[in-house]
């Protein structure tokens, strides 16, 4: 115990907790909306200057705090479980697992940095740079959520990798040669398209819905609910709407097996272009998916990146059944279809992302065509999360994809507000 407080003593954890509390702010300032380009430049420059210079005792503490400040939400999902013994357990395996990862950047670093003479100093700050650039390739039980550049999404520098290695260049020069004049390199990494008008599409109703995830799966209030989908879609149908994108999993059954409500779609389809979320059953397993009602035909696309523990248990096959049994009361895992669907609605094509997936760079893969795509259609049930800061960071992330690869995101979601966004710009 001693040699773990003088492992960890009050100097280690505050710094520790400071270089985190600077590398998730952009997150906590957009939440609250007080997100402002220079503030975001700022602290996402100062967060990285100091964590650079720092061994791994600091790196340890900054990467378990920084996993507790952009991650605790996960945890929330176990409360729908009646399992509020789990969460603060999820909540310290997650911070241990980042700052392990972290340790493990700043020891390498460390241990390579003794082996050379003092003036080459650089190279030990280079891992570390290294380590850093190399960290959105890491993802701890496939959970793909962290990108360090993700902090400058909202600032006057980019999120694409050549822009973040000329800050973290621009960085480690000034520590190595101790003057701030270096760190001017990072002008370099400017982005020039600070505003924008989205462009937003009048014909297209994005739907926002408010439903509790306990009265989601509520079957006794499944008629009501439905109900209520039909008056939104009629509404749009009278607003002279082409299209209507409903939540994830707004009919919580297995639509393809629910011949009513399908007929029901069906005839309103003939006013009006719907794609909405619900369950597939092949009569094997369950699958989460998009249906898409237009020009007389069904297509149903399913998810192809599932949610870790929340939709498919990453573990090996011995560990995934127990924890199935035990803590899901043996519920079968959700398939992952192989194939990212594309289709086409009033001549304009749109990728189908369901939640989760629409933040992995799977979803942004080349179309048939050896273009990435550039409209997308998401639909996100963020109920089990709320509330939360998970939206926000979700919202981020959208951006930073929309901004990477140039793709229209159009989001309709469950329990936060629904927004556009084009080349990372937001429009509510």
Same mark, same amino acid.
């Given at each position: 115990m001693n040699k773990i407080r003088q492992y960890f003593n009050t100097f280690v954890l505050t710094r520790g907790f400071f270089i985190a509390l600077l590398s998730s702010s952009f997150i906590y300032l957009n939440h609250w909306g007080f997100s402002y380009p220079l503030l975001n430049t700022v602290l996402g420059l100062t967060a990285l200057y100091l964590l650079l210079q720092e061994d791994e005792k600091i790196?340890?503490?900054?990467?378990?705090?920084i996993g507790l400040l952009w991650f605790w939400w996960i945890a929330l999902s176990l409360k729908h479980y009646d399992m509020l013994w789990a969460i603060p357990i999820e909540i310290f395996i997650i911070s241990l697992?980042?700052?392990?990862?972290?340790?493990?950047?700043?020891?390498?670093?460390?241990?390579?940095?003794?082996?050379?003479?003092?003036?080459?100093?650089?190279?030990?700050?280079?891992?570390?740079?290294?380590?850093?650039?190399l960290l959105s390739y890491i993802h701890p039980f496939s959970f793909d959520w962290f990108k360090p550049e993700l902090m400058f999404i909202e600032s006057y520098?980019?999120?694409?990798?050549?822009?973040?290695?000329?800050?973290?260049?621009?960085?480690?020069?000034?520590?190595?040669?101790?003057?701030?004049?270096?760190?001017?390199?990072?002008?370099?990494?400017?982005?020039?398209?600070?505003?924008?008008?989205?462009?937003?599409?009048? %014909?297209?109703?994005?739907?926002?819905?408010?439903?509790?995830? %306990?009265?989601?799966?509520?079957?006794?209030?499944?008629?009501?609910?439905?109900?209520?989908?039909?008056?939104?879609?009629?509404?749009a149908i009278r607003e002279k709407k082409d299209l209507v994108i409903l939540p994830e999993s707004v009919f919580p059954v297995f639509l393809n097996r629910s011949e009513e409500i399908i007929n029901t779609l069906q005839e309103k389809a003939k006013h009006i272009s719907i794609i909405t979320g619900a369950l597939y059953w092949d009569g094997k397993t369950p699958r989460n998916s998009t249906y898409i009602f237009t020009n007389g035909s069904i297509l149903v696309a399913n998810k192809v990146?599932?949610?870790?523990?929340?939709?498919?248990?990453?573990?090996?096959?011995?560990?995934?059944?127990?924890?199935?049994?035990?803590?899901?009361?043996?519920?079968?895992?959700?398939?992952?279809?192989?194939?990212?669907?594309?289709?086409?609605?009033?001549?304009?094509?749109?990728?189908?992302?369901?939640?989760?997936?629409?933040?992995?760079?799977?979803?942004?893969?080349?179309?048939?065509?050896?273009?990435?795509?550039?409209?997308?259609?998401?639909?996100?049930?963020?109920?089990?999360?709320?509330?939360?800061?998970?939206?926000?960071?979700?919202?981020?992330?959208?951006?930073?994809?929309?901004?990477?690869?140039?793709?229209?995101?159009?989001?309709?979601?469950?329990?936060?507000?629904?927004?556009?966004?084009?080349?990372?710009?937001?429009a509510f």
């Open positions: 790196w340890f503490v900054s990467g378990a705090f697992s980042y700052g392990i990862i972290f340790w493990g950047i700043a020891w390498i670093s460390q241990k390579v940095g003794s082996y050379v003479p003092r003036k080459h100093l650089i190279i030990p700050l280079f891992l570390k740079a290294l380590g850093l650039f520098l980019g999120i694409k990798k050549w822009q973040f290695i000329i800050i973290l260049g621009g960085i480690i020069l000034s520590i190595w040669q101790q003057r701030f004049i270096y760190l001017c390199l990072v002008v370099l990494a400017y982005d020039p398209n600070l505003s924008r008008e989205v462009e937003v599409n009048e %014909k297209i109703a994005l739907i926002t819905t408010h439903t509790p995830v %306990k009265d989601k799966w509520n079957k006794e209030l499944h008629s009501a609910h439905f109900k209520a989908i039909y008056k939104t879609i009629d509404k990146v599932l949610v870790p523990f929340g939709e498919s248990n990453p573990l090996p096959d011995f560990l995934s059944d127990w924890v199935n049994e035990v803590f899901y009361d043996g519920a079968v895992d959700y398939q992952a279809s192989s194939e990212i669907i594309d289709y086409k609605i009033n001549g304009q094509t749109y990728r189908n992302a369901i939640c989760f997936e629409a933040t992995s760079e799977k979803l942004f893969s080349h179309t048939k065509e050896g273009e990435r795509p550039k409209n997308m259609i998401v639909l996100s049930n963020n109920g089990w999360f709320m509330p939360s800061t998970e939206p926000t960071l979700q919202k981020l992330l959208l951006q930073y994809y929309s901004k990477k690869y140039d793709t229209t995101i159009y989001h309709s979601i469950n329990m936060s507000p629904s927004y556009i966004i084009q080349d990372g710009h937001v």
